[in-house]
Every structure is written in C-alpha cells, then in structure tokens.
C-alpha cells in the first residue's frame, strides 16, 4: 500500500512558477514509476508528466508541458517534485500525484495508487 500527499499547489499569475511535492508512504519508493496529472473543470484527467528510477531514471512530459515542466524525484526522500515554470490559464486545474509499479499504467492513467490532489489557479 502506497499513500501518496501532494502539496505546493495556489494561485499564481501568468508567467509565473510554482513547485509541486508529493510525499509517499511506503518502502519501496523507488521501484515505482511516479507521475502527475492533473484535471481541469470539465475536462478529463490527463497525464503531464513520470519518471523512473531505472533505466538511467527517465522522464517523461505531455507535449502540452514540455519545456516548462520538470519531474523529479528524491528517492532517500520518498518525495517526486513538479517544478513547473511559464504558468499559463490553462495549466489550471488540480494536479494529482501517481505511484505504480509499471509505467506503461500511468500513461495509460491507470496508476494503482493516487493522491488527494493539489489546486493550481493561474491568473490571466
């Protein structure tokens, strides 16, 4: 069982940064393939970005926020980060945090565990 707390997300001005963290629970932090999402009103639940601790620890971003986003992990921390840079309006939405062991179930947004989420408001 993983339990995953998200936390840095408010409101920002166009233009703006913000970093998210996600805390997780558990002993095995770093054989999980971590990611975020985020949801916007009326919209879907779509994939911005994961990483892996194997394989050289790959990233990997939605093209939406490429460029402007970066995840990292701190595995001695259990805690993956979104940095995320040039905020605009429609980076608004509530960003999830995402654990599962096989990273192809977070790009298809099946991730086994999820966190309560964490509200970003860009203002125009």
């Known amino acids: 069982q993983v339990q995953l707390v998200e936390s840095g997300g408010g409101l920002v001005q166009a233009g703006g940064s913000l970093r998210l963290s996600c805390a997780a629970s558990?002993?095995?932090?770093?054989?999980?393939?971590m990611g975020w999402f985020r949801q916007a009103p009326g919209k879907e639940r779509e994939f911005v970005a994961a990483t892996i601790s194997w394989s050289g620890g790959s990233t990997y971003y939605a093209d939406s926020v490429k460029g402007r986003f970066t995840i990292s992990r701190d595995n001695a921390k259990n805690t993956v980060y979104l940095q995320m840079n040039s905020l605009n309006p429609e980076d608004g939405a509530v960003y999830y945090c995402?654990?599962?062991?096989?990273?192809?179930?977070?790009?298809?947004?099946?991730?086994?565990?999820w966190g309560q989420g964490t509200q970003v408001t860009v203002s125009s």
């Open positions: 558990g002993r095995t932090f770093s054989s999980y393939a």
């Open positions: 995402a654990a599962s062991p096989e990273l192809v179930h977070l790009f298809r947004g099946e991730s086994d565990y």
